[in-house]
C-alpha cells in the first residue's frame, strides 16, 4: 500500500463546474496535510495547507481534511481552463514529506 | 525575497559517471529537501538536511548522497550513474522543516545516457 495514494485522473471536468480531488492515506502519525499544483514543465507550488480535522476554505479552493477516515481532498469551484495542472496531495510526519503520485485535471472551455 | 535556487538547469551525463547538484534555499530558511520526479514514480523523497544535519532519508541506494553547508545551501551526489537515474531533481526549502510549507526550486533535469 503507497503511503499517499491519489487517483491519477485524468480528471476532466467543464469550466466553471465544481472538480473534486481526492486523497487517503496510511501513516495515522501525520500531522501536516497539503495540496500543490504543478504545471508541465514546472515545479509544485501550493495551493492550500490544512492541519486539522473540517474544512478550509482559500478563494476558489477548499481543503478538507478527514483524520479518522485518512482522507484529505480539495474542491476547486468555478474550474477555469488555468486550473488544468497536475494536483499533488502532501503528508507531513515528522521531518519528512511524502507525495502522492498526482491527479492530472483538464478544465475544458 | 529570493526563491530557492538550483544549479545546473540541465545535465547531461552517460553511465557510471556521477554528478553533484546544487541547491540554495530562500534566505533564513534552515531546511533542505530533496525529491526525485520521474513520469512512473511521481515525486520520491530523497534526504532532508537541517542545520547541516540529515534527519530523515528516503528509500534511495546509498549511490544517493547530500550534505549541508553552514549557510544552508545543500548538495546532493549521485555516483555510478545509471539510466534509470534520469529524472527531475527537486529541492525544496522550509523555515523548520517540522509540518512547514515547502517551497521548491525550479529543479534539476538530468538526463542519464
Known amino acids: 500500500q503507497k503511503e499517499v495514494e491519489q487517483n491519477s485522473g485524468p480528471l476532466s471536468v467543464p469550466e466553471g463546474a465544481i472538480a473534486s480531488l481526492n486523497c487517503t492515506y496510511s501513516d495515522r502519525g501525520s500531522q501536516s496535510f497539503f495540496w500543490y499544483r504543478q504545471y508541465s514543465g514546472k515545479s509544485p507550488e501550493l495551493i492550500m495547507s490544512?492541519?486539522?480535522?473540517g474544512d478550509k476554505e482559500d478563494g476558489r479552493f477548499t481543503a478538507q481534511l478527514n483524520k479518522a477516515s485518512q482522507y484529505v481532498s480539495l474542491l476547486i469551484r468555478d474550474s477555469q481552463p488555468s486550473d488544468s495542472a497536475t494536483y499533488l496531495c502532501?503528508?507531513?510526519?515528522?521531518?519528512?514529506?511524502?507525495f502522492g503520485a498526482g491527479t492530472r485535471l483538464f478544465v475544458k472551455a | 525575497k529570493a526563491g530557492v535556487t538550483q544549479t545546473p538547469r540541465y545535465l547531461i551525463k552517460t553511465r557510471g559517471q556521477q554528478v553533484t547538484l546544487s541547491c540554495s534555499p530562500i534566505?533564513?530558511?534552515?531546511?533542505v529537501s530533496w525529491y526525485q520526479q520521474t513520469p512512473g514514480q511521481g515525486l520520491q523523497f530523497l534526504f532532508e538536511y537541517f542545520s547541516e544535519t540529515q534527519r530523515n532519508k528516503g528509500n534511495f541506494p546509498g549511490r544517493f548522497s547530500g550534505r549541508q553547508f553552514s549557510n544552508s545551501r545543500s548538495e546532493m551526489n549521485v555516483s555510478t550513474l545509471e539510466l534509470g537515474d534520469s529524472a527531475l531533481y527537486l529541492c525544496?526549502?522550509?523555515?523548520?522543516?517540522?509540518?512547514?510549507?515547502?517551497?521548491f526550486g525550479p529543479g534539476t533535469r538530468l538526463t542519464v545516457l
Open positions: 534566505s533564513g530558511h534552515r531546511s
Open positions: 525544496a526549502s522550509n523555515g523548520q522543516g517540522y509540518s512547514d510549507t515547502q517551497y
Open positions: 490544512i492541519y486539522s480535522n
Open positions: 502532501a503528508v507531513n510526519r515528522g521531518f519528512k514529506t511524502i
